[in-house]
């Protein structure tokens, strides 16, 4: 029975059932993910050639061309990593986990609708500003003493902090729901060695989330009173931007963690299924998952290379970021090996999960290069950055849609139609690899600049640009393809039935 048939408006706002609070994420996210791919779009727009006119960027009350530009950057970045990709996760993690343990609902349903409400107007509230005199314009680390009044009096910054709190809230209820579902509610026939890797990858993403979530919230507390309240912990007096660097990054790297780790068991549920093999080194990647959710919390410095910190602490930090790759190398390897001699098929849950891999394989290589303090150095306030993060989140945001299009028939009761579902994954795979590679070869222009061209230097960077907007005009169509399949399959597309991947985890032999 498709699970959105007689549902009233009242019931939509009153459920806690876990797989009405999975399809309530799902569809928030979706909607938080377009409003951050259209902003990515026009962020590429103003940047796609030399000496580019700023008319367009001043439309905005109250806002001159760069301080809206810088709204975009913000909020495109906060809206993608806090609002979208993560969440996405969320989103199935309420739909599938339960089914997969054979719990028959998340432990405190209540605490569960909380957590989805909370998270939506925390969005909601973060992204206001563009209507209320401006939304936060510090980029999406919200640096100090950028975040100071004097350098931001408007409302952005503290409707920003008001959205994250939100969020926080919503996290902190989220995290102990799943933590208490997993441990204490499988079916009692099930070890935990037994659960599926999707609930292993949750479990320790829940994990790292309620061990650093606090930080933030610590760190927007003591932001709120130097806004609000007179406070100075961050003050330039007191080396507040160093006090803000080591409580957000501290929180910082870890979230890309836990935006990576649930992708990690959609591509560990996806890959098997459709190689007919079982799943090559379970133990290994579950051994490896606790050791990079260790090291995740001991690496935040190396995004605090150039701020002048002890050199001893900078080498420890060097170090235990190299050591931090050879878990997920483990991970990887035991993902291609299950390929190995496998009977492998390629619809289009498939092909989006091997593009994962392949993305993320070139992201995390040319994240080694920056655990190197020297060549940090030159390239931390460049676009080689930017690059080489949005081929990590556009690994993770690849595998996430695999998951769409494997689980879409288990939430929807349809199959998404598969010629639409290859225009997409052919459009976003290309797409990113062309909106991403060149930026690669701009390590010499700074970023969150949005005119360029002064010299016959700069002029060279148009090249580069003109192909990445080339690539986001890609990305952006194929996302247009996507929602019209979501659209047009909810009511056409072929039924389903109880099993169509023939997977083999519980969730598919539940009502």
């Known amino acids: 029975?498709?699970?959105?048939?007689?549902?009233?408006?009242?019931?939509?706002?009153?459920?806690?059932?876990?797989?009405?609070?999975?399809?309530?994420?799902?569809?928030?996210?979706?909607?938080?993910?377009?409003?951050?791919?259209?902003?990515?779009?026009?962020?590429?727009?103003?940047?796609?050639?030399?000496?580019?006119?700023?008319?367009?960027?001043?439309?905005?009350?109250?806002?001159?061309?760069?301080?809206?530009?810088?709204?975009?950057?913000?909020?495109?970045?906060?809206?993608m990593v806090l609002f979208f990709v993560s969440p996405l996760s969320f989103a199935f993690a309420n739909y599938v986990v339960p089914l997969q343990i054979g719990a028959k609902d998340m432990a405190f349903p209540r605490l569960n609708a909380l957590s989805f409400w909370t998270f939506l107007f925390g969005g909601l509230v973060a992204a206001s500003g563009f209507v209320f005199g401006g939304a936060a314009d510090v980029g999406w680390t919200f640096y100090?003493?950028?975040?100071?009044?004097e350098y931001s009096p408007g409302n952005g910054v503290n409707l920003a902090g008001a959205g994250l709190v939100l969020l926080i809230i919503s996290v902190t209820a989220s995290t102990i729901n799943f933590i208490?579902?997993?441990?204490?509610?499988?079916?009692?026939?099930?070890?935990?060695?037994?659960?599926?890797?999707?609930?292993?990858?949750?479990?320790?993403?829940?994990?790292?989330?309620?061990?650093?979530?606090?930080?933030?919230?610590?760190?927007?507390?003591?932001?709120?009173?130097?806004?609000?309240?007179?406070?100075?912990?961050?003050?330039?007096?007191?080396?507040?931007?160093?006090?803000?660097?080591?409580?957000?990054?501290?929180?910082?790297h870890p979230e890309v963690y836990v935006v990576l780790l649930p992708e990690l068991?959609?591509?560990?549920?996806?890959?098997?299924?459709?190689?007919r093999k079982p799943l090559y080194g379970k133990r290994y990647i579950i051994y490896s998952l606790i050791v990079g959710t260790v090291l995740s919390v001991?690496?935040?410095?190396?995004h605090m290379f150039i701020t002048g910190i002890d050199p001893l602490l900078r080498e420890v930090m060097s170090v235990t970021t190299e050591l931090i790759s050879i878990p997920f190398a483990v991970i990887m390897i035991c993902l291609i090996a299950t390929l190995y001699d496998g009977k492998i098929t390629f619809p289009t849950a498939n092909l989006f999960a091997l593009g994962a891999i392949g993305i993320f394989v070139i992201g995390g290589v040319t994240g080694v290069f920056?655990?190197?303090?020297?060549?940090?150095?030159?390239?931390?306030?460049?676009?080689?950055?930017?690059?080489?993060?949005?081929?990590?989140?556009?690994?993770?945001?690849?595998?996430?849609?695999?998951?769409v299009y494997y689980w879409y028939p288990l939430m929807f009761g349809r199959i998404l139609d598969e010629r639409l579902g290859k225009l997409?994954?052919?459009g976003s795979f290309f797409g990113t690899i062309l909106t991403m590679t060149p930026l690669f070869y701009l390590t010499d222009m700074p970023r969150r600049i949005y005119v360029y061209g002064a010299n016959e230097h700069?002029?060279?960077?148009?090249?580069?640009?003109?192909?990445?907007?080339?690539?986001?005009?890609?990305?952006?169509?194929?996302?247009?393809?996507?929602?019209y399949n979501l659209i047009r399959s909810y009511s056409h597309g072929r039924e389903a039935g109880s099993n169509p991947w023939n997977g083999s985890t519980q969730e598919w032999g539940s009502e």
């Open 424 to 426: 997409h994954f052919w």
């Open 298 to 302: 001991i690496v935040w410095v190396h």
């Open 1 to 79: 029975m498709n699970i959105l048939e007689n549902k009233t408006l009242n019931r939509w706002l009153t459920t806690t059932n876990h797989k009405d609070v999975g399809l309530m994420y799902f569809f928030a996210t979706l909607l938080f993910g377009f409003i951050g791919l259209l902003l990515s779009l026009l962020i590429r727009i103003q940047l796609y050639q030399p000496n580019n006119g700023t008319a367009w960027l001043d439309w905005a009350p109250g806002d001159d061309a760069g301080a809206f530009y810088n709204s975009m950057v913000t909020m495109h970045g906060a809206v």
């Open 458 to 483: 700069e002029l060279v960077w148009g090249d580069y640009h003109f192909w990445a907007t080339i690539g986001a005009f890609v990305v952006f169509v194929a996302q247009l393809i996507f929602l």
């Open 144 to 149: 100090s003493p950028l975040t100071s009044l």
């Open 180 to 252: 208490v579902t997993i441990l204490y509610h499988r079916q009692k026939n099930m070890d935990i060695w037994d659960m599926p890797m999707f609930t292993w990858t949750m479990l320790f993403t829940v994990i790292l989330m309620l061990t650093i979530f606090p930080i933030l919230l610590a760190a927007l507390l003591m932001l709120v009173g130097d806004r609000l309240f007179e406070t100075v912990f961050f003050i330039d007096e007191n080396r507040g931007s160093i006090l803000w660097g080591h409580l957000f990054w501290f929180f910082g």
């Open 370 to 403: 920056l655990s190197s303090a020297a060549i940090d150095y030159h390239l931390r306030g460049t676009y080689y950055l930017v690059a080489h993060f949005h081929y990590t989140l556009g690994a993770v945001t690849l595998g996430v849609v695999a998951a």
């Open 265 to 275: 068991g959609m591509l560990a549920e996806i890959v098997p299924v459709f190689a």
